[in-house]
């Protein structure tokens, strides 16, 4: 580029519609930038890895955000979209791990299920009135039509009113300060990486609507150490439960017939729950994991992979809180479709 890339503040002149791809990328330095309302596009790449802007008012001539638009601008904190804009692309705003506040124009009809993807520090989402594609609720980005929670923060509170029947892909990916979290009757569906990489979150509670918690749902929840399956869920996904390192009992029902192969990977300290003869049983002895009978009775026996339990009058303990316990999403297609893997070095391919 020609201004390098040691440039500390931008001001773009009124007349023009483009700031094209990788126009501002990797200026480290860059803490100031004022976009006038003539700008339309935002490009690809446009200002990624720019680690020192602090906040962007996108004005309401832009109509699309491109792909790593503001990627790994992680002094980023606030983010102000205009109500012009209709699509923010793939993993516009990810790794922005300083972002604390994002408020979406009324105009927005496309939003990537990765357009936030691993923003640690997410704390307010709000959209603004009159969007008849997306709305807010509880800090949580909600597709209207579709009923699924696009993005969450840290402070969520998902909706009881049954705004909410799924929670999408990479929901609350990274958000580590999330603690908490009660996913309501409404919703009966839980995305791949929904909750991947909650480091904080030490309580679950998942109500018996939900019907399947797919791949890499709770992976590397590293502080989760209890956690009880409804007898609504049949299957868990490959990596469900992956290097939950603090996890060391779960509760599964009779209800699931099928677990991934690599569901508890890494989770080396886990003790799966459930009655003699069930699937989970089965699936505990093929794969060497640990575990022990609950009986109607209340009493239960404990094994270690490779030893049949024996009966043992001992009160099975659940631990924790047990039973309290798209990427471009179109208007027309379900948010919750798996998005691609946004962990593949901040160059994606366009869709």
């Known amino acids: 580029m020609p201004w390098g890339t040691d440039i500390t503040k931008v001001i773009i002149g009124n007349g023009v519609t483009n700031i094209g791809s990788e126009a501002f990328r990797s200026c480290k330095d860059l ?14 790449w446009a200002f990624q890895g720019c680690a020192g802007l602090i906040s962007v008012i996108i004005p309401d001539g832009v109509t699309e955000i491109g792909i790593c638009a503001f990627q790994d601008c992680t002094g980023l904190m ?23 506040s994002v408020t979406i124009g009324n105009s927005v009809t496309n939003i990537s299920t990765s ?48 705004s909410v029947t799924s929670i999408g892909p990479c929901a609350f990916f990274g958000r580590t300060g999330l603690t908490s979290i009660v996913i309501p009757s409404s ?7 929904a909750f991947s990489n909650c480091t904080g979150l030490t309580s679950v509670t998942i109500s018996d609507s939900v019907t399947n918690i797919t791949d890499e749902a709770f992976s590397n929840c590293t502080s989760l150490t209890s956690i009880t399956i409804p007898n609504s869920v049949t299957s868990i996904g490959e990596g469900a439960f992956a290097d939950c390192t603090g996890l060391t009992s779960i509760t599964i ?99």
């Open 253 to 351: 029902p009779d209800s699931v017939t099928s677990i991934g192969d690599s569901a508890f990977n890494g989770s080396k300290n886990v003790t799966l729950w459930c009655h003699k003869s069930a699937y989970a049983e089965t699936y505990a002895q093929q794969n060497e994991i640990s575990y022990s009978y609950i009986k109607d009775t209340g009493t239960s026996a404990t094994a270690k992979p490779t030893e049949k339990p024996t009966d043992a009058p001992a009160q099975p303990t659940q631990g924790g809180q047990p039973a309290v316990t798209d990427p471009v999403t179109q208007p027309a297609t379900d948010p919750s479709a798996a998005p691609t893997d946004p962990t593949q070095g901040g160059e994606p391919t366009n869709a």
């Open 115 to 162: 357009a936030f993807y691993n923003c640690t520090s997410l704390t307010s989402i709000k959209v603004q009135a009159g969007n008849s594609v997306y709305h807010s609720s509880g800090n949580c980005l909600i597709a209207t039509e579709y009923k699924t929670l696009v993005a969450g923060c840290k402070t969520s509170v998902i909706p009881m009113d049954g």
């Open 187 to 193: 919703v009966t569906s839980i995305g791949p990486n």
């Open 78 to 100: 606030s983010i102000t979209i205009g109500n012009g804009v209709t699509s923010i692309a793939d993993i516009a705003f990810s790794n922005c791990t300083g972002l604390t």
């Open 31 to 44: 803490t100031s930038v004022t976009i006038p309302d003539s700008v339309t596009l935002i490009g690809d």
